[in-house]
């Protein structure tokens, strides 16, 4: 498991990023593989996530790319404009 974080943890020289992850710059966001590694590892088709501090997003993001249910807040209003 320490090895998968490792990877996941590692910025890979992209570009930029997809979808909307470019889209704001909020502070202390995941890298878009963080999360789509451990919600791929961890979870199924039809399960939720929960994201209590979904600050840009990211996690809910990739959630759906992967078909996992997901549900987010923020106490930042910033961050809870859905």
């Given at each position: 498991?320490?090895?998968?974080?490792?990877?996941?943890?590692?910025?890979?020289?992209?570009?930029?990023?997809?979808?909307?992850?470019?889209?704001?710059?909020?502070?202390?966001?995941?890298?878009?593989?963080?999360?789509?590694?451990?919600?791929?590892?961890?979870?199924?088709?039809?399960?939720?996530?929960l994201?209590?501090f979904?600050?840009?997003?990211?996690?809910?993001?990739?959630?759906?790319?992967?078909?996992?249910?997901?549900v987010?807040?923020?106490?930042?209003?910033?961050?809870?404009?859905?």
């Amino acid at each position: 498991m320490g090895a998968r974080l490792l990877q996941a943890l590692r910025v890979p020289p992209e570009p930029g990023y997809q979808l909307t992850h470019a889209f704001h710059p909020y502070p202390g966001r995941f890298h878009p593989v963080l999360p789509r590694l451990l919600l791929s590892e961890g979870m199924r088709q039809g399960q939720t996530v929960l994201d209590p501090f979904m600050g840009g997003g990211t996690t809910l993001v990739e959630a759906m790319l992967l078909g996992i249910h997901s549900v987010g807040n923020d106490l930042n209003p910033v961050a809870n404009v859905v």
